[in-house]
């Protein structure tokens, strides 16, 4: 490829992509376009990462009160079932 094709493959590629051209032309070419999109990225990111980690904070209580709900259910069977037995071995009320 000489330089003169190559220098048009270049022109070609840029003219096809109007947004790249007008990024060269306002002189910052970036990952996320300008730099208010790339701060407004990662604000988005930030927000993503707070939901998630709400997310998991939610989710570990409801996982906390199911288990106590749980164990306190078993703490009143037991007791019923140990009042039933007393009553049926001659406890009286």
Known sequence: ???AERD????KLLSEN???VKRIEAGYIGVYGTPEEHHQHHEW????LKKEAQSVALRQAIIEKTLTALVMSAFVALGIMFMSYLKLHGWKE
């Open 18 to 20: 109007a947004a790249v």
């Open 8 to 11: 048009e493959a270049i022109i």
């Open 45 to 48: 990111i930030a927000l993503a």
């Open 1 to 3: 490829m000489t330089p």
